[in-house]
C-alpha cells in the first residue's frame, strides 16, 4: 500500500505541481480535453523572513476533464457520481505546505517539513453558475498525519473568450496538520533566533480564489491567471515561527490542447 501511494505521489510532484489554485481548474463547467503546459506560482508563505529566492517557482500544467476522471491542477480524482447538478468524487491532492531549515533564519536548525499527498473525497452541487462545494482529505504519507476539511462556494461564468472563477469558504485543519507545518518541538527551540516551544491546536480559517483565463473560438491555447488569499488564524500566527496569519500565491501560465 506504500509503494502504491508513493507511486502516485510521484505522478503527482512531476505532473500536478499546481499548488496555487488548483480548486478554480474546474472552470468552466464541461468537459476538457487533455490540455498540457507550463507556468509560474510566486508563493508568500506565513513563516518569519522566508526569502525571496523561495517564492516563484516554474511549474508544468496538465489539465483534463472527462466524464469520470479528471485532473485538476494539483488535483486529481474519480467522479463515481456525475448527474448534474451533483457530482461525488474520490480525490487525491498535493499539499503544497511546509519547508526546508534555509528557507528563512528562524526556521535554521529545524527538520524539514514535507509537502504531502493527500486522499479523500469532494461532493460538489452546481446547477449551473453558481456552486456549493465540501471536500475532506487527509495525508496519506505520514508525514502530518493531518486533516484538512473545505467548504467552498463557487461561481463560473464565461465571455465570449473570456472565463473566469470566483471562489471563497473556510478551510478546517486539524491539530495534527497544523502542529507538524508550524509547532516547534522542544528539541528545536532556539532562543538565539527567538524560536521558542509551541504546539499548535486545529483552527478554521478562510480561502478565497480566483482564476481568469482566456481562450479563443478553435483556438488550441489557453491563457490562465490566478490567484489565492488564506487566512489561517491565530494558530498559526502565535507560532514563533512565524509572522503572518495569512498566505497568498499567484500564478501565471499556458496550456495546450490535445484532441480537441
Do not use: C
Not at 48 to 64: A, E, Q, R, V
Request: a negative charge.
Amino acid at each position: 500500500m506504500k509503494i502504491l501511494i508513493r507511486m502516485i505521489a510521484l505522478v503527482v510532484i512531476a505532473g500536478l505541481a499546481v499548488p496555487a489554485v488548483a480548486e478554480e481548474f474546474s472552470a468552466p463547467a464541461g468537459k476538457r480535453p487533455w490540455n498540457l503546459g507550463a507556468g509560474a506560482v510566486h508563493r508568500e508563505k506565513a513563516y518569519d523572513g522566508f526569502k525571496d529566492s523561495k517564492k516563484t517557482t516554474p511549474i508544468p500544467i496538465i489539465l483534463f476533464e472527462g466524464e469520470r476522471f479528471f485532473v485538476r491542477g494539483s488535483n486529481l480524482g474519480w467522479k463515481f457520481i456525475n448527474t448534474n447538478p451533483w457530482e461525488v468524487s474520490i480525490l487525491a491532492e498535493w499539499w503544497a505546505d511546509g519547508y526546508e531549515d534555509g528557507d528563512a533564519s528562524i526556521l535554521r536548525g529545524m527538520s524539514d517539513r514535507d509537502p504531502s499527498l493527500a486522499v479523500g473525497g469532494q461532493v460538489r452541487w452546481q446547477p449551473q453558475r453558481f456552486g456549493l462545494e465540501l471536500t475532506a482529505t487527509t495525508d496519506a504519507m505520514s508525514n502530518s498525519d493531518g486533516t484538512q476539511v473545505r467548504a467552498m462556494a463557487k461561481f463560473d461564468d464565461r465571455s465570449g473568450p473570456w472565463f473566469y472563477s470566483l471562489s471563497g469558504g473556510i478551510v478546517y485543519s486539524d491539530s495534527d496538520f497544523n502542529d507538524y507545518y508550524y509547532g516547534v518541538s522542544t528539541r528545536e527551540v532556539d532562543l538565539t533566533r527567538g524560536r521558542t516551544s509551541y504546539s499548535a491546536d486545529d483552527e478554521t480559517g478562510i480561502r478565497l480564489g480566483g482564476l481568469l483565463g482566456y481562450n479563443a473560438s478553435g483556438s488550441k491555447w489557453t491563457f490562465l491567471g490566478g490567484a489565492r488569499y488564506d487566512y489561517l488564524g491565530d494558530e498559526v500566527d502565535n507560532s514563533s515561527i512565524t509572522e503572518n496569519d495569512y498566505q497568498y500565491a499567484l500564478f501565471g501560465g499556458f496550456t495546450y490542447a490535445f484532441g480537441k
